[in-house]
C-alpha cells in the first residue's frame, strides 16, 4: 500500500504547492524502486508451502538437500522469469504514471500563468487606485480636518477627470497673478457652496446644475441645509447620496413675533435658519470662505470659475465684503449680450448667489437680526461703506416664484432676468481693476464725460445716434424713481441706495445703447432717507 500512498501524497503535494515536476518525479521514481527493490530482497521464495515449510512445489527435503538437482534449476529459472514480468509490469505502471504527470503539466502550467496574470491585474489597478487619492490635501487652513470628518468621502476620479481637474488647477495658478501684488488663489482653496433649502422639491433643479457645473467636489463640496422638515424635499436630496452633504437645521417650532409681524413668520424661520447654517459652515466645517444659494436659484456654466476668479480680490480688498453673482438690472434689453466678460462694484447688497468670508460673518454673527436679514445687510451699520462685485449678465437666475415674499417682484422684474450661457474664463483675467483705488477714478471719469442727454431723447423717436454712453441725471428721491420707471429698471432703494448703485449710478442698456442713471457730478454719500 506504500506505493499508492506515495503516489497520491506526491499528486497532492504538486496540485497544492504546484511544485517543480522534475524533483517531484523523482523522488516518485526513487522511493517506488526502493520501496520494490526491498520487497523483492525480503520475501521468501514463491511455490507451494511444503511440509518442511519450503515454498517449492517439490519437497521440502528435495529443495534443502539439493537431492533433484534438475528440479532445482527449473525452479531458478522460473523465479527469474517470474522476476523479469514482475520487473516488466512495475515498469509498465511507472510508464503510465509518467504519462499521467504528463497531462496534467499543462493545466498545471495553464493555473500557473493565470495566477500571475490576475496578480499582475490587481497589482496596476491598485496602482491606479492609488495614484490619485496621493494627491496633495486639498483643502487649506483648517479645512482639511472638516471636509474629511464631516463632509464627505475622498473621491477617486478617473484618470479623465483628473485631466481636466488638472487644467482647471494650472489656468488657476496661471490667472492668479494679479499684476498688484494681491494673496493668489491658491489652486487648492476650498470654496464651499451652501444651499438654503425648505420644502421646495425643485430643489433638485438647483442641484442637478450645480453638480453638472462643478470642476471639481474636493474644492467646493455642496452643503444642503434644510429648514421646515418636509419630507419629500428630503427624500430629493438624500437621492444626491455622497454628491453633497445634507445637514438639518434641528429647530422647527414657531417663532414669537408681535401681532403685526405673524404674517412675516416665515421671515423669521429664514434668518434663524441662515444664522444656524453659517454657523454650520464657518464653526463646524470650518471652512474660511462659502457662496451661498437658494433652492430656487439655477447657475449658469461659468459660476464656479467666476467666485473662484474673485476670491482672490474679496480675500484682498478691504472695501469689499461680497461677491454676488446676481444683476438687479439683469433683463434683456438692459444689458449687453456681448459684455459677458463686464463686471462692476456695487453698493447694494444683491445677494442671490453670494460670496461671504468667514471674517464677515464672525462682524455679523453676534448681531444677526430676527428677520428680513437681507434688507439689515443694507443698513449703513453693516455694510460700513464697503461695496459688492456684480456681473454685467447674472450667473445665477430664479424659478421660485411660490415663497414668503409671495412673488414680489417675481413676475415684474426677476422672470425676465438673462443667464450667462457663454463660458468666460475669469481665472485668466487681471480683475485687478475692481480693486477701489483703480476703480473709482476711471468709473467716475467715464461716467461724468458721457454726454447729458434728457431721458424724452432716449425714447422711441428721439434725436440721439450712436451707442453712448449717455447719462441722465436725477436729483432727488422722486425724480430718480420717475426716471427709473421710464427707463424700465427698478426703482426702489435700500437705505438710499438704488438696485445696482455705484456712487449712486446705476449702468444699463436702453435700446442698444449704454445709459448712467446718476446724481450730479460731486456726490460723496448717500441720503439714507430715501428709502
Known sequence: FSSPWSFLWCHWAMVRKKGTLILCG???FVAWNALLLLFLWGR????????????EPGAGEEWAAGKEKRGGASGLAGEVIRLAEEVESELETQKKLLKQIQSHRSLWEQHKDVGKTETEEAKNKKDELKEPQQAPQLPVLDENKALQKKVQAPVVTSPLQNKKQDEILNNEKQSSENKVGFTESSPQTVIPILVIACDRVT???????????????????????????????????????????????????????RPDHRKFQGYYKIARHYRWALNQVFNTFGYSSVVIVEDDLEVAPDFFEYFRALYPILRSDPTLWCISAWNDNGRDGLVDPGKAD???????????????????WAELEPKWPKAFWDDWMRQPEQRKDRSCVRPEISRTITFGRKGVSLGQ????????????????????????????????????KEVYSAPLVKVEDLQQGGSLKGPGPFRVQYSSRDSFKVLARNLGVMDDLKSGVP????????????????????????WTKYDTSWS
Open 26 to 28: 523523482a523522488f516518485l
Open 44 to 55: 521468501p521464495p514463491i511455490g507451494r508451502l511444503g511440509e518442511g515449510g519450503g515454498a
Open 203 to 257: 430643489v433638485k433643479r438647483s442641484l442637478d446644475k450645480l453638480i453638472q457645473y462643478r470642476p471639481s467636489a474636493e474644492l467646493h463640496p455642496i452643503i444642503v441645509s434644510q429648514d421646515c422638515g418636509h419630507a419629500d424635499t428630503a427624500r430629493v436630496i438624500g437621492s444626491y447620496g455622497s454628491q453633497v452633504t445634507h445637514i438639518s437645521q434641528p429647530d422647527l417650532a414657531d417663532i414669537p413675533v
Open 342 to 360: 463686464l463686471l462692476y462694484r456695487t453698493d447694494f447688497f444683491p445677494g442671490l448667489g453670494w460670496m461671504l468670508l468667514k471674517e464677515v
Open 409 to 444: 417682484f417675481f413676475d415684474q422684474y426677476l422672470r425676465y432676468i438673462k443667464l450667462n450661457t457663454e463660458f468666460v474664463p475669469f481665472t485668466k483675467q487681471d480683475l485687478s481693476y475692481l480693486v477701489r483705488e483703480h476703480y473709482d477714478d476711471t468709473f467716475v
Open 499 to 522: 438696485r445696482a448703485g455705484y456712487r449712486g449710478v446705476v449702468s444699463f442698456l436702453s435700446r442698444g445703447r449704454r445709459i448712467y442713471l446718476a446724481p450730479p457730478e460731486g
